[in-house]
Structure formats: C-alpha cells, structure tokens
C-alpha cells in the first residue's frame, strides 16, 4: 500500500485573523483563578488606568490648570520609563504576561509619581490644608503605592528589583516636578499660559489653591442659592 503525503493546506481566514491579533493591555491582567488574594492584586493592578480615567474626566469637567500640568508630568514620567527600559531591556519574569521589557516596572513609577506629586504639592503649595490631613492623606497615597507595585510582584509581572527601581524613579521625578511647577508659578509662567486664547476658548483656570475643597465651597454657594430662593419663594406665597 503506497502512503500519500499530505498536501499542505492553505490558511484559513479564521488562521490569519488569529495570527494578527493582539490583546490591548490597558487592562489585561492575568490572575489565578484558584488564589482569592490573586484576583485582588488584580484589580489593584487597574489603579493606574482608573486614575487616568480620573484625569481627564477631571481635565474634561473641572478644566483646572493644576490637572493639566499634572497630567503632563504623569505622561512625561511614562516616556520617562518606555526610554529607561528601552536602554537596559530587562525581560520580565514572566515572558508570558505583559508586552514590552520590565526594568523599571511602569505601574509603581506611575503610581510613586502620583503618590509623591501629590505630596510635595501638599506640604509646598497647600497652605490651608492641616497638618493631621496632609500626614494622613500622604500615609494613604504611600500605602496604595505600596499596594499597587507590590501586585505586580504578587502576578509575575516584575520582579521585586524591577519595581523598587520603578518607584524610586517615580518618586524622584514625582518631587521634581512638583518643585518644578511651582517654579513655573512663581515666575508667572502658568499665569501667562492662562492668558492664552486658547485657555479662554476652553475656560481653564486655576483655582486649587483659592479654596481647601473646592467641592465644599461649592456645596456651600448652592446651599446660599438654594436658601435664598426659599426666602424669595416665601414671600411670593
């Protein structure tokens, strides 16, 4: 009995589909279904990209120029990395998981930025702020910091040296540029990016530093309204 060879069978379009996929992974993370403590690292691995859904939710409602100019040295931070890892290209742990080399972790120096932003910006520039709230509101953003990198250990997405290095980046860089923009305050440069047509046009300003909590100033003005509006409405009956 003579053996046929098989001819070779072309790709189907289902095969070329699948071989030009790619997963996004802003939010890809994977997590050990059997490991209840796996799928909480899980989520505190979506920190960064629930805060940078925050942003521009707050760039796109609020319009402050505090928000603004943070935002740009959280996107500077991130170039910041992709350029540090492109340089010593240190493969993750975990070839599987993640896209990209893993030295600095990307996560904690996303997150000690914003923990050490927020921080320096407290104890520099927010003078009505109390010193109970500024210690505690600075223990929560480290802690949360703390939490988010170590998930990254935690999923073998990097290792224990990739995110101490990431977050030391992210810290130094987090309170340099927090010094930075209050530079660029004091010498008048945000007051002339104000005056710019352009933030007219999307009415920008900059009131953070007016008030301690902007949300309870304007609680307060809508309870002034709300109350005068009842005399009026009294006196009308």
């Known amino acids: 009995m003579s053996n046929k060879s098989s001819a070779p069978t072309s790709p189907t379009p289902s095969d070329i589909l699948a071989a030009s996929l790619a997963t996004l992974d802003f939010t890809h993370v994977f997590y050990d279904v059997e490991d209840p403590l796996s799928l909480g690292m899980a989520y505190l691995s979506l920190v960064p990209q629930g805060l940078t859904i925050g942003y521009a939710t707050l760039m796109l409602?609020?319009?402050?120029?505090?928000?603004f100019m943070m935002f740009a040295g959280q996107l500077?931070?991130?170039?910041?990395?992709?350029?540090?890892?492109?340089?010593?290209?240190?493969?993750?742990?975990?070839?599987?998981?993640?896209?990209?080399?893993?030295?600095p972790s990307a996560h904690s120096q996303f997150i000690f930025f914003y923990?050490?932003?927020?921080?320096?910006?407290?104890?520099?520039?927010?003078?009505?702020?109390?010193?109970?709230?500024?210690?505690?509101?600075?223990?929560?953003?480290?802690?949360?910091?703390?939490?988010?990198?170590?998930s990254r250990v935690y999923l073998s997405y990097h290792t224990t040296e990739q995110v101490c290095v990431?977050?030391?980046?992210?810290?130094?860089?987090?309170?340099?540029?927090?010094?930075?923009?209050?530079?660029?305050?004091?010498?008048?440069?945000?007051?002339?990016?104000?005056?710019?047509?352009?933030?007219?046009l999307f009415y920008i300003k900059d009131t953070c530093l007016d008030h301690e909590s902007t949300i309870e100033m304007e609680y307060k003005r809508w309870q002034h309204v709300r109350q005068k509006q009842k005399i009026i409405s009294k006196k009308k009956d």
């Open 76 to 103: 500077a931070n991130e170039l910041i990395n992709g350029i540090i890892k492109d340089i010593i290209k240190q493969e993750r742990p975990n070839e599987t998981f993640g896209q990209g080399y893993g030295m």
């Open 61 to 67: 409602s609020r319009r402050e120029m505090e928000t």
């Open 115 to 150: 923990a050490a932003y927020l921080t320096t910006w407290m104890y520099t520039r927010a003078i009505r702020f109390s010193a109970f709230k500024r210690a505690y509101r600075t223990v929560g953003l480290f802690i949360l910091a703390i939490l988010v990198s170590s």
């Open 166 to 200: 990431g977050a030391g980046i992210g810290t130094l860089f987090g309170v340099f540029y927090a010094l930075f923009i209050g530079l660029l305050r004091d010498t008048g440069v945000v007051d002339w990016v104000l005056s710019w047509p352009l933030a007219h």
